[in-house]
């Protein structure tokens, strides 16, 4: 008796039934796969109708098993995202903070330091300690004239000095201390 194999499957249907046989089966029968038990290459055709089976439900358990490996991964990989979203968000508001705390500590505005030091002796002592105690590698000190003293706004008037005028000619000095 000769083996039950796919092609005489196929040509018994093709003999019992009364529609035409599709076109792609000889085909098909031909396509050759991997037989675990011979370690070869067999065209389905040769093989038993009971093998196809298990081979088709094999290969369908392993694609499924590929698909949910994908579909863990993709989820692994979504939470990978999320994590790196938070840790981006976690960033930007450090940095956030640190431009606060950085334009905190940077001086706005004037440099000036002190305002309405008399013009006397006792002011200019005071300025010239200052100056001999600042840091000089960091720092600089620039004296300005603040208020014209009442004997030049009489005699001469302010408009020319509207620019500022000499410390000589001040009520009050002014000092700014500037970085380098």
């Known amino acids: 008796m000769r083996e039950l194999n796919n092609y005489l499957i196929s040509?018994?249907?093709?003999?019992l039934s009364t529609r035409k046989r599709p076109c792609d089966i000889e085909n098909i029968?031909?396509?050759k796969v991997w037989s675990e038990?011979?370690?070869?290459?067999?065209?389905?055709?040769?093989?038993?109708?009971?093998?196809?089976?298990r081979k088709f439900v094999k290969e369908n358990k392993n694609k499924l098993q590929k698909q949910k490996d994908l579909e863990?991964?993709?989820?692994?990989?979504?939470?990978?995202l999320e994590t790196i979203e938070n840790q981006q968000k976690?960033?930007?508001?450090?940095?956030?903070?640190?431009e606060h705390y950085r334009d905190a500590l940077t001086i706005k505005g004037h440099h000036m330091v002190f305002t309405e030091i008399p013009n006397t002796d006792y002011g200019r002592h005071l300025v010239k300690e200052m100056k001999k105690h600042l840091n000089k590698d960091s720092y600089t000190i620039r004296v300005k004239g603040q208020f014209l003293d009442e004997e030049t706004k009489k005699k001469e008037?302010?408009?020319?000095y509207t620019y500022g005028q000499p410390l000589s000619k001040s009520k009050c000095l002014r000092v700014y201390i500037d970085k380098k």
């Open 72 to 80: 863990d991964a993709f989820i692994s990989s979504v939470d990978d």
């Open 11 to 15: 040509d018994i249907l093709g003999s």
């Open 29 to 31: 029968l031909k396509e």
């Open 157 to 160: 008037g302010w408009r020319r």
């Open 37 to 53: 038990s011979k370690q070869d290459y067999i065209e389905m055709g040769h093989m038993s109708f009971d093998h196809i089976l």
């Open 90 to 98: 976690e960033i930007k508001s450090l940095q956030n903070a640190c």
